[in-house]
Nanobody, 129 residues
Framework: QVQLVESGGGSVQAGESLRLSCVVSRYSYSSMCMGWFRQAPGKEREGVAAITTGGGTTYYADSVKGRTTISQDNAKNTVYLQMDSLKPEDTAMYYC??????????????????????WGQGTQVTVSS
């Protein structure tokens, strides 16, 4: 069983930055697809960014490209999401998830179902104007 624990959320002003962390209890695959997702009230969950734990290839949603960086520290089994220039529309619960690397390469990570892979409990990000 893989467990994921997110942290780093909080309340910030527009234009500020946050770094979210996701600690994975263990990697069950030699290369996994680790993704960050968010869900705002009344909206569908959307994929924000993803990274393959093997090769470090990164993927981003257009809505965050240029102001968000996903990275990993394999020695710490941790994936990070650095978010800069935050906007009120970034307000959401942020989740990380782990699944097979093929989901990154195919692009299917963007619409990953919650019954696929492993998911954390989420961390809240609130951005005020």
């Amino acid at each position: 069983q893989v467990q994921l624990v997110e942290s780093g959320g909080g309340s910030v002003q527009a234009g500020e930055s946050l770094r979210l962390s996701c600690v994975v209890s263990r990697y069950s695959y030699s290369s996994m697809c680790m993704g960050w997702f968010r869900q705002a009230p009344g909206k569908e969950r959307e994929g924000v960014a993803a990274i393959t734990t093997g090769g470090g290839t990164t993927y981003y949603a257009d809505s965050v490209k240029g102001r968000t960086t996903i990275s990993q520290d394999n020695a710490k089994n941790t994936v990070y999401l650095q978010m800069d220039s935050l906007k009120p529309e970034d307000t959401a619960m942020y989740y990380c998830a782990a699944t097979g690397a093929s989901n990154c390469h195919s692009g299917s990570w963007r619409k990953l179902r919650t019954d696929v892979g492993y998911w954390g409990q989420g961390t809240q990000v609130t951005v005020s104007s």
